[in-house]
């Protein structure tokens, strides 16, 4: 399945989605998407995005607690949801939306493993 197929189906789930990506843990995107209308732009979400993954996991190991494997934040205008996809790699969606639905984030747990396996 290829990356534009991930998302068309990840999309076809949710209402509101202005952009998704795959990203490496030094920031750099590997692939995009996003409306033209709006949302943020990918690849800077990504390099911050990146940044956050790495001090979640530091605080993780910190406190003894199991590494995470989604972390969603966000306020009035919009929600950040990220998939951790291997040691090296995440998914992430924008949405209007406060939180995922069952079906979206099936579908990005999906994702990610396909991902994991052609990354």
Same mark, same amino acid.
């Given at each position: @399945? *290829?990356?534009?197929?991930?998302?068309?189906?990840?999309?076809? *789930?949710?209402?509101?989605?202005?952009? /998704?990506?795959?990203?490496?843990? +030094?920031?750099?995107? /590997?692939?995009?998407? *996003?409306?033209?209308?709006?949302?943020?732009?990918?690849? =800077?979400?990504? #390099?911050?995005? =990146?940044? /956050?993954?790495? &001090?979640?996991?530091?605080?993780?190991? +910190?406190?003894?607690?199991?590494? *995470?494997?989604? /972390? =969603?934040?966000?306020?009035? &205008?919009?929600?950040?949801?990220?998939?951790?996809?291997?040691?090296?790699?995440?998914?992430? #969606?924008?949405?209007? &939306?406060?939180?995922? $639905?069952?079906? $979206?984030?099936?579908? @990005?747990?999906? #994702?990610?493993?396909?991902?994991?396996?052609?990354?």
């Amino acid at each position: @399945m *290829s990356f534009e197929e991930l998302v068309e189906k990840i999309r076809e *789930s949710e209402r509101g989605i202005s952009c /998704i990506g795959v990203s490496a843990f +030094d920031g750099l995107i /590997i692939a995009k998407w *996003s409306q033209q209308e709006e949302g943020p732009d990918p690849s =800077s979400l990504a #390099a911050e995005l =990146s940044f /956050i993954l790495k &001090e979640v996991k530091r605080v993780c190991e +910190d406190l003894g607690l199991p590494p *995470s494997e989604e /972390i =969603s934040f966000g306020g009035r &205008e919009g929600f950040v949801h990220v998939t951790v996809v291997g040691e090296e790699y995440f998914l992430f #969606a924008v949405t209007s &939306e406060g939180r995922l $639905t069952g079906k $979206t984030r099936f579908y @990005m747990k999906h #994702a990610g493993e396909l991902l994991r396996e052609i990354l």
